[in-house]
Nanobody, 131 residues
């Protein structure tokens, strides 16, 4: 059974850093793209913003313009975990962060992420950036 579990969220001051983890089970990262989305306060599920992903086929990554230069995605296949390193956080980054996957490939370095393309989701982890 495909499962994903996010961890690492919390309260951080503006300018601070956090590293989120997406621990996977029931499938191998060799064949499944992993994406990170976030849902800001007051936004609906359908408005989740795709912020980054890593491709299973060629390790290509995508990073949304809103976080480019601040967020980095990586993975440890042995630990079956994908990480999202977040630096220079600001209050606008406050959201629930989700990792997601799908049986079909949806991660390309030059293509934005679509919430509707991903079938499997974790439960989310809250990130709050505030002084």
């Amino acid at each position: 059974q495909v499962e994903l579990a996010e961890s690492g969220g919390g309260l951080v001051q503006p300018g601070g850093s956090l590293t989120l983890s997406c621990t996977t089970s029931g499938f191998t990262l060799d064949y499944y793209d992993i994406a990170w989305f976030r849902q800001a306060p007051g936004k609906e599920r359908e408005e989740r913003e795709g912020i980054s992903c890593i491709s299973a086929r060629d390790d290509a990554t995508y990073v949304a313009d809103s976080v480019k230069g601040r967020f980095t995605i990586s993975r440890d296949k042995g630990k079956k975990t994908v990480f999202l390193q977040m630096n220079s956080l600001n209050p606008g980054d406050t959201a629930v962060y989700y990792c997601a996957t799908d049986i079909l490939p949806h991660c390309y370095s030059d293509s934005t992420l679509n919430y509707m393309d991903f079938e499997k989701w974790g439960q989310g982890t809250q990130v709050t950036v505030s002084s």
